[in-house]
T-cell receptor
Framework: SQKIEQNSEALNIQEGKTATLTCNYTNYSPAYLQWYRQDPGRGPVFLLLIRENEKEKRKERLKVTFDTTLKQSLFHITASQPADSATYLC???????????FGKGTRLSVIA | DGGITQSPKYLFRKEGQNVTLSCEQN?????MYWYRQDPGQGLRLIYYSQIVNDFQKGDIAEGYSVSREKKESFPLTVTSAQKNPTAFYLCASSLGVGTNEKLFFGSGTQLSVL
């Protein structure tokens, strides 16, 4: 079965630095990969989607890369702020009437 | 305001009792989902529905039941057969399943056992 690993349960980073979160998967590559943000006690909120034929996608301070050779996606937050502190989830989308498969998430703490 | 509404926010279940979690959406989405979230476990799929009057089991369907009688509504019943029901339950919807569409989530229901 498909296995997804997000680099660590928790990541602490200093304000102003770039946070980099990793999502690795085994077996076959998804058609798309999505990233979500979840605050404590709330539902996840969609951030970005990247297709398998796209190398990189940007949205404001966020950047996502997708390397199907390494079977890995990297999620970057530049100039991080304490308000960026949350859990970030990656999700694999295989298309073809298959629901998303979520990773366990990485809890990011940005320290002022 | 368009979105997904889950109720109640907090729910307590007595042993042997069935409880139902409500999920309503006004986004005109065909697909709806129920996920369970435990600390350190991420999101696990319980059931999903691609269309009215149809639904499929997810990875952890045992001890749960659902119905999809209306497009807007996808209630989840946690039955007495679910021996470890304490968790955070999330409902979501999307235009379709496996169509590279993003999911919209509700604010969740925290279920605890008395």
């Amino acid at each position: 079965s498909q296995k997804i690993e997000q680099n660590s349960e928790a990541l602490n980073i200093q304000e102003g630095k770039t946070a980099t979160l990793t999502c690795n998967y085994t077996n076959y590559s998804p058609a798309y990969l999505q990233w979500y943000r979840q605050d404590p006690g709330r539902g996840p909120v969609f951030l970005l989607l990247i297709r398998e034929n796209e190398k990189e996608k940007r949205k404001e301070r966020l950047k996502v890369t997708f390397d199907t050779t390494l079977k890995q996606s990297l999620f970057h937050i530049t100039a991080s702020q304490p308000a960026d502190s949350a859990t970030y989830l990656c999700a694999l989308d295989y298309a073809g009437n298959t629901p998303l498969v979520f990773g366990k998430g990485t809890r990011l703490s940005v320290i002022a | 305001d368009g979105g997904i509404t889950q109720s109640p926010k907090y729910l307590f279940r007595k042993e042997g009792q069935n409880v139902t979690l409500s999920c309503e959406q006004n986004l005109n989405h065909d697909a709806m989902y129920w996920y369970r979230q435990d600390p350190g476990q991420g999101l696990r799929l319980i059931y999903y529905s691609q269309i009215v009057n149809d639904f499929q089991k997810g990875d952890i369907a045992e001890g749960y039941s659902v119905s999809r009688e209306k497009k807007e509504s996808f209630p989840l019943t946690v039955t007495s057969a679910q021996k470890n029901p304490t968790a955070f339950y999330l409902c979501a919807s999307s235009l379709g399943v496996g169509t590279n569409e993003k999911l919209f989530f509700g604010s969740g229901t925290q279920l605890s056992v008395l």
